[in-house]
């Protein structure tokens, strides 16, 4: 039987370390565990070849969480290798460009930075459109604060939405936004367009979506009033629209902030529970890209107005 670790160090393609990894595991779990442990933290072995011994551990091994767990570490950091600060992550089928929020120049979350990162709520709202098809399939989406826009491209891509307005107010997260709508070439089935909340006039525009979705918006509760006078103008077409409202809750008095001006300017709440899934995103390649898994919860819930409102 070929030994994995003296393979791996004669630089063997990486599908023969595998095979012999296999052909371990049949005699022994922890041989090919510590095999493949030491090749991961090996100095001498370059991280493209370590990347693609990952990807095949993940489809080899898929029942050892030990295995998956660093495996997917080594794919996530080399992603997160470029010069150029940008990286592209395939998030289930769906391309996105990101930002690393590991790099040094990545830690401060102001300005640029913010917008060009995945945040949890944003998975969540993807989650929650991948299990209610009858709010995405054949509709008109408008994301706002889109940011890197994952669950807005996935809506047109993989969901069956008709077409999706991808919007922010800053300048490089709109410029990222376009990078990545070229890149996966839908057609005109998506845009991209600037939508600034305090910019109230401008909003008559948008009046063809009827699923507005929001993740991670609010955080600094000044902007409470204005998003919720946005709401007003999004959410008072004679269609009905529907705005999908995810919320990372750091600070509890931002959240029931919202929650109160939204209740008393005519709004109905339906609070949407959050799904297990999140237990698994927490827990594979994705959280190395996305900020807060362990500090803030998750809420959402849809919001309709109850009637003309003024
Ligand atoms: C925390 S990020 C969330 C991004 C993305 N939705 C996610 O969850 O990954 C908040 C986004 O809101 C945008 N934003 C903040 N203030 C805004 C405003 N006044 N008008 C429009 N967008 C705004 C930021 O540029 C940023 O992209």
């Not at 990162?117 to 054949?138: F, G, K, M, S, T």
């Not at 008109?140 to 991808?166: C, D, H, P, S």
Request: glycine share 4%; net charge negative.
């Amino acid at each position: 039987m070929s030994d994995p670790t003296f393979l791996w160090k004669q630089n063997a393609p990486v599908e023969d370390v595998i095979e012999a990894c296999r052909q371990q595991s049949r005699a022994n779990d922890d041989v090919v565990r510590s095999t493949v442990k030491d090749l991961f933290e090996s100095s001498v072995i370059s991280l493209s070849y370590k990347a693609r011994m990952a990807k095949l551990v993940q489809q080899s091994f898929n029942e050892d969480e030990e295995l998956q767990d660093l495996a997917a570490e080594v794919l996530a950091s080399s992603y997160l290798a470029p010069a150029d600060n940008f990286c592209w992550v395939d998030y289930g089928e769906t391309l996105i460009r990101l930002i690393n929020p590991y790099a040094p120049q990545n830690t401060q979350l102001i300005g640029d930075v913010i917008g060009l990162l995945l945040w949890e709520a944003e998975i969540c709202v993807l989650e929650w459109l991948e299990a209610h098809p009858e709010y995405v399939r054949d509709s008109k989406i408008l994301e706002i604060g889109a940011g890197v826009g994952l669950a807005g491209f996935a809506a047109v891509q993989r969901l069956g939405a008709k077409n999706a307005t991808l919007t922010d107010t800053n300048s490089k997260v709109l410029e990222n936004l376009e990078v990545i709508r070229k890149r996966v070439d839908t057609g005109d089935s998506i845009n991209v367009e600037c939508l600034e909340w305090y910019d109230l006039n401008s909003l008559g525009r948008f009046k063809s979506h009827n699923l507005i979705i929001a993740a991670d918006c609010l955080y600094d509760p000044n902007d409470v009033p204005t998003f919720v006078q946005m709401m007003k103008v999004l959410l008072n077409h004679p269609h009905r629209p529907v705005a999908l409202l995810a919320c990372s809750v750091r600070n509890r008095n931002t959240f029931q902030k919202l929650i109160d001006e939204l209740n008393v300017s005519g709004f109905e709440l339906e609070p949407s529970p959050v799904s297990p899934e999140q237990q698994r995103y927490s827990r594979r390649t994705t959280h190395m890209f996305t900020k807060d898994w362990t500090n803030s919860r998750v809420e959402i819930f849809l919001v309709r107005a109850l009637q003309t409102l003024v």
